[in-house]
């Protein structure tokens, strides 16, 4: 690896600069030897001297952002900066402590420094909200848009992270459930989103015949030109409210039913009851406490499968994701059994 030797006393400036001119090269450790700084570069900088070193390529993202801002935050600053941060396609969205507000530019310019694949950071403006769980960002550095593509299992999805939903961190519960799916399955997608979850399974089961349904309109829109866009033929993309769409006309037609709204899920377990066939499986999500997660998640289960006269069982449970230090998102697979003796 190239390096840039600097005399320690112009070491911040130098890295500042190097930042802004797009040399500095992200993921490299910043080597300190006797009274000089080696940073690092992707080419020569003024009259500086360059060396190389063997130092191997970090892989941790969130450490790669911190080395590129050290010497532009000070220590304490870095150490508030906890925040994680996703990549959807070329836009990445972090979370910025309000104590760092003011420079939250140069995080978004360090990030564009060390993801050489992105074109925009956008700043959490805060949580998942409303019905329709989007959040509200506001752009901090690079191009100022917030429309993006991202490639998950083969499958290119168009979105609008300040107006639909969408979440990165599900990538490996899709691919699960994929790889879940019998031939020839009928599906119901509640709660679809620009459309994740089906378009990953229709991308291995073209046979299968799945019904989206979602209740917003941008949502909708996406999805449909991510159905044109990867040709998925079999998914039917539904504009409303999941209860009224399944009991109007989708009572006991599936083979799995899928419940990606791990907030409320709970209050829709007799639409996905009623839409599952008998022995049809339905995946709950739902968010539960740490200390006895699937105990919690089941007894939801259990009271709805009472009220609806049907009976469950619970052919699987893990947990998918944490969500906050005290909670974890679950899902439980449970078969339906219908004709209850
Ligand atoms: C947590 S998101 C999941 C989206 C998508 N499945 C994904 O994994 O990216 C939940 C979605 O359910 C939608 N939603 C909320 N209430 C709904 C309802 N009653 N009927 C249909 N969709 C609903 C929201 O608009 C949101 O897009």
Redesign the pocket.
């Known amino acids: 690896m190239i390096y840039l030797k600097v005399p320690r006393r112009d070491g911040e400036k130098t890295r500042r600069e190097l930042i802004q001119k797009g040399l500095f090269v992200g993921g490299y450790p910043i080597l300190n030897e006797g009274d000089f700084v080696l940073f690092p570069v992707s080419g020569p900088f003024g009259d500086c001297e360059t060396v190389e070193r063997d130092e191997v390529k970090r892989p941790i993202h969130h450490d790669r952002l911190k080395d590129a801002l050290s010497g532009i935050l000070s220590e304490q600053e870095l150490e508030t900066l906890i925040g994680s941060f996703d990549i959807i396609g070329d836009i990445a969205i972090i979370e910025i402590p309000d104590a760092l507000e003011s420079r939250e530019v140069d995080i978004g310019n360090a990030l564009l420094s060390v993801h050489k694949n992105l074109k925009t950071v956008l700043r959490k403006l805060g949580p998942?909200e409303g019905?329709?769980?989007?959040r509200r960002v506001k752009p901090i550095a690079g191009e100022d848009r917030m429309t993006t593509l991202y490639k998950e299992s083969g499958v290119l999805m168009e979105l609008d992270v300040a107006s639909?939903?969408?979440?990165v961190r599900?990538s490996h519960e899709?691919k699960r459930i994929s790889e879940l799916v019998k031939p020839n399955e009928r599906i119901l997608?509640?709660?679809?989103?620009?459309?994740?979850?089906p378009l990953v399974i229709s991308k291995t089961h073209p046979d299968a015949e799945i019904i989206a349904?979602?209740?917003?309109p941008d949502?909708v829109a996406f999805m449909e030109k991510n159905i044109a866009r990867n040709k998925a033929k079999n998914i039917k993309a539904v504009l409303?409210?999941?209860?009224?769409?399944v009991m109007a006309g989708y009572r006991d037609y599936a083979d799995r039913v899928?419940m990606?709204?791990?907030?409320?899920a709970h209050d829709?377990l007799d639409v996905a009851y009623a839409g599952a066939r008998d022995g049809g499986m339905v995946h709950f999500y739902t968010f539960a406490g740490i200390s006895d997660p699937f105990r919690e998640a089941a007894e939801k289960a259990e009271s709805a499968a009472k009220a609806s006269g049907v009976r469950i069982e619970i052919a699987s449970q893990r947990i998918v994701r944490p969500y906050s230090p005290q909670t974890v998102q679950v899902v439980l697979d449970l078969i339906v059994r219908k004709h209850v003796t």
């Open positions: 998942m019905e329709f769980r989007v639909v939903y969408f979440s599900l899709r997608a509640l709660f679809a989103g620009v459309g994740p979850f349904i979602e209740l917003n949502a409303g409210d999941a209860r009224k769409v899928l990606p709204l791990p907030k409320d829709f």
